[in-house]
């Protein structure tokens, strides 16, 4: 906790974009409204290449009125990794803000968590063991002693599907003579037949357990007669791809035992004919998609995830929309031609995902050409089919004029996310065409309109973008601002404020003491670390008497550490004795190469971690190109200055010719520990050669031996 937070204080000078632990967590949010490229971690509620395929399909399920979506505040964890509302990772997304209004259904036998892996033909055990149980009771051909024996032997079968080839184990079925004497009718020898096959089955003796089945595949035994046929169907199917999953779970389809999977396909389709409702039906058209994947049949796996999505009712169903949109993504998406697809939601959902740009997976992007031959399969959708040429032209062709011209700009009364879509478009390709004030008054109109989920922070976003990269920042926080999302007013109190801002958020009282803190915090470590010792100095009384307590590491929910500019250095073996922020700001602001004062500005940096490159990398500048591409927090700053470097800080003490001796062996020190271990720089600054930390080195141990720095430092680096 204590490394998560003490990022905290160093926030603000880089991730504009991240709240106060991006250092230690690997997703984080891109905000922005026209991201570019795919990423799963900054997903918006518009239908964009940009966007998870997931989160695109579920969008449009959510229009077809198939699910919802739900309004989640922000967790902790979430602002943690730099989180508002908007942008979201597809995990919250698919976890959290997704509703679904299907039942939940079971997964398939050999599924493999409806993803890539061989599954395990074992799941059905246990299943398999009551519906044996069930069928055993529920047969008047059978006496109590048959029942009971076969119930018996059935309790016996736990198996673990390692292959007898493989494993050594016994390939005979047999059970004691003092059970076996009391089968004498033909149901309960027909019932042992079917424990036999069974764990042939599960041993992976295929051939025995075809064999079997099939010898029951006309039963007078109700079940039997059913289940021996959706066996014989599963039989084949794991026969086919026994060879083709690795130890990992990854597939070589071309391992995959063809012959067997036409004959899976077969069994399958026979069994859901004459059981059209029957107790397997649901997981042998599951399977059957299973038997599409492998089989390299494309559109045959399409039609059926169409089917699933259409008949959510039928008994034949066993796909949640959560695995349907998984499932999709996994076998279909990944290998699709969208010729493929007849389906118009799954067909716009590729057709996004083909609009992004070419990456080394070598999937190429969709022609516009080839987009307009779509239009039968749209006709039921027209306006999704006018979102979608839209959003090639502007996406793909880079026309954000051409996009703009096919954008209606009508606000309808009750809005879908296809229209959100539609509106956020036009508003991007205003954005994009330098019609700052149209694209504005496009926001304006907009957000009232905005009532589902996540709506309204997107257009927040939109308006905050169009006003920071109109240098209007300070509109944001106008006592009548619409823009209340926390983490976009956070993110520009923290990157863009100019010191004026700061002081009039810190002194208003129609601002929330979250942010007059947030202000606080960014106006004193600016003010310290970027040279305005003077303003420091006189802004030091906005630091509020209760200070202390908001430490690192501290409960305090997300209050930056103010208790930071409490600091006073204690001198140790490897340090200086410094006093505190205030008088080292005194120093400064005196003499801005006061050696002392440097030194121990240095010292607060270094204590604090406040000094890695990564750290004051910050943005360089206005991220924008003619797509109205443009990040939250990425223009030049308001507040003016150069960010401290104790590197650079140390140079200036080496370089004067009259210091104090334990000053300028502290500072040769620790310029050379700036190097330790890898080499590589961390104070900041500019580079010095090899060379000279080797006459710095030097320097120290010559003319500074009897100092504490020099006895201690053994290597330079």
């Not at 915090?521 to 008497?545: C, E, V």
């Not at 505190?580 to 607060?604: Q, R």
């Amino acid at each position: 906790m204590l490394s998560k937070v003490l990022t905290i204080s160093i926030v603000f000078v880089v991730c504009a974009h991240i709240a106060w632990a991006c250092s230690d967590y690997y997703c984080e949010p891109h905000w922005a409204l026209n991201q570019g490229e795919y990423s799963n971690c900054s997903s918006l509620p518009i239908l964009a290449p940009s966007n998870d395929t997931r989160v695109n399909f579920k969008l449009l399920l959510v229009d077809g009125g198939f699910a919802t979506l739900r309004e989640i505040p922000v967790t902790e964890d979430d602002a943690g990794n730099g989180y508002g509302k908007v942008p979201f990772s597809v995990d919250h997304f698919e976890s959290n803000v997704f509703s679904s209004k299907d039942k939940k259904k079971d997964a398939d036998a050999e599924s493999g968590g409806h993803g890539y892996g061989e599954g395990s033909r074992c799941a059905s055990n246990e299943t398999g063991r009551a519906d044996f149980i069930d069928a055993l009771n529920g047969s008047k051909e059978l006496s109590t002693a048959e029942r009971q024996v076969l119930i018996q032997e059935r309790q016996k079968l736990n198996p673990d599907c390692v292959d007898v080839a493989t494993s050594g184990k016994s390939v005979n079925f047999s059970i004691p003579n003092k059970n076996a004497k009391h089968l004498i009718s033909q149901a309960s020898k027909q019932f042992l037949q079917y424990l036999a096959a069974a764990t042939a089955f599960y041993e992976g003796r295929y051939d025995a357990a075809k064999a079997d089945f099939s010898g029951l595949a006309n039963s007078k035994q109700p079940w039997l007669r059913e289940s021996s046929r959706y066996m014989l169907g599963r039989t084949e199917l794991n026969r086919a791809q026994q060879d083709a999953f690795d130890s990992y779970g990854f597939p070589d389809l071309a391992k995959v035992d063809r012959k067997a999977l036409a004959a899976a396909e077969g069994k399958f389709n026979g069994y859901l004919q004459e059981y059209p409702n029957g107790r397997y039906a649901s997981t042998a058209r599951g399977l059957l998609r299973r038997v599409y994947w492998m089989s390299d049949k494309p559109e045959k796996l399409a039609d059926e995830y169409s089917w699933q999505l259409n008949n959510q009712g039928s008994p034949q169903n066993n796909l949640t929309l959560d695995y349907l949109a998984l499932e999709v993504d996994n076998k279909l998406f990944a290998v699709a031609d969208p010729k493929h697809i007849k389906n118009p939601l799954m067909l716009a959902t590729l057709d996004l995902s083909l609009m992004r740009p070419a990456d080394s997976s070598g999937a190429r992007q969709i022609s516009f050409s080839d987009l307009s031959k779509q239009k039968p399969i749209f006709a039921g959708h027209p306006d999704l089919y006018e979102y979608l040429l839209a959003a090639h032209r502007f996406y793909v062709q880079k026309d954000a004029a051409g996009a703009l011209k096919a954008l209606s700009g009508k606000i309808p009364q009750k809005m879908t996310y296809l229209d959100f879509s539609r509106l956020v478009l036009r508003g991007l390709a205003l954005e994009a065409t330098k019609d700052r004030l149209g694209a504005r008054k496009l926001w304006l109109g907009l957000l009232p309109a905005s009532l589902l989920p996540l709506q309204s922070e997107t257009v927040q976003l939109a308006l905050a973008l169009n006003y920071e990269y109109g240098n209007e920042v300070e509109s944001v926080f106008k006592p009548d601002s619409p823009i209340t999302e926390p983490a976009i007013r956070n993110i520009l109190i923290r990157s863009d404020a100019s010191p004026e801002l700061l002081r009039r958020i810190i002194n208003s009282n129609l601002n929330s003491s979250d942010e007059r803190r947030l202000a606080t915090f960014t106006l004193l470590y600016k003010n310290l670390l970027q040279g305005h010792y003077k303003d420091y100095i006189r802004d030091y009384r906005f630091l509020p008497g209760d200070a202390a307590k908001f430490t690192s590491g501290a409960d305090n929910g997300d209050s930056p550490p103010l208790a930071l500019f409490g600091w006073a250095g204690r001198k140790t073996n490897d340090s200086y004795g410094c006093p505190s922020t205030l008088e080292i700001a005194k120093l400064l602001a005196a003499n801005p190469n006061d050696p002392y004062g440097l030194v121990c500005l240095g010292d607060f940096v270094k204590t604090n971690d406040l000094d890695s490159d990564y750290t004051f990398s910050g943005y360089s500048g206005r991220q924008s190109s003619d797509t109205g591409q443009a990040v939250l927090g990425s223009v030049p700053s308001e507040f003016p200055g150069t960010v401290f470097s104790r590197g650079e800080a140390y140079k200036t003490i080496i370089a004067d010719t009259d210091p104090v001796p334990d000053l300028k062996a502290y500072a040769l020190y620790r310029s050379i520990k700036c190097y330790a271990p890898s080499g590589n720089n961390q104070c900041g600054g500019s580079d010095v050669e090899q060379i000279v930390r080797k006459s710095w080195f030097q320097t120290l141990k010559k003319r500074y031996p009897n100092s504490v720095w020099a006895k201690s430092l053994k290597y330079y680096w």
